[in-house]
């Protein structure tokens, strides 16, 4: 079993940025691929980013490429996503997931295994 902790969200201004964290429970996190999704009210989870078990692939949206990074730190069980030049389109409750059956990242959401419970991040035009 995998416990997930998301940390890092809040009220920012358009343009502002924002750097969300994951913290992970047990010894296999860096066999896991991670990935951050987001979910807007009234609208379905929609994959942001993710990043291989290694640390070396990582995998975006169109919406958020140049503009987000994902990166993970295995010594410390944790996955971040760094934000910048938030849009108000980017407001939305931001979940981290662990997908145990692969290492390389993707945005097929119902691979993943685990969920966190989410951070609300929202961005004030």
């Known amino acids: 079993q995998v416990q997930l902790v998301e940390a890092g969200g809040g009220l920012v201004q358009a343009g502002a940025s924002l750097r969300l964290s994951c913290a992970a429970s047990?010894?296999?996190?860096?066999?896991?691929?991670m990935g951050w999704f987001r979910q807007a009210p009234g609208k379905e989870r929609d994959f942001v980013a993710a990043?291989?078990?290694?640390?070396?692939?990582?995998y975006y949206a169109d919406s958020v490429k140049g503009r987000f990074t994902i990166s993970r730190d295995n010594a410390k069980n944790t996955v971040f996503l760094q934000m910048n030049s938030l849009k108000p389109e980017d407001t939305a409750v931001y979940s981290c997931?662990?997908?145990?059956?692969?290492?390389?990242?993707?945005?097929?959401?119902?691979?993943?295994?685990?969920w966190g419970q989410g951070t609300q991040v929202t961005v004030s035009s």
């Open positions: 997931a662990a997908d145990a059956q692969h290492e390389l990242p993707h945005g097929r959401i119902y691979e993943y295994d685990y």
């Open positions: 990043i291989s078990s290694s640390g070396r692939a990582t």
């Open positions: 047990g010894r296999t996190f860096s066999s896991y691929a």
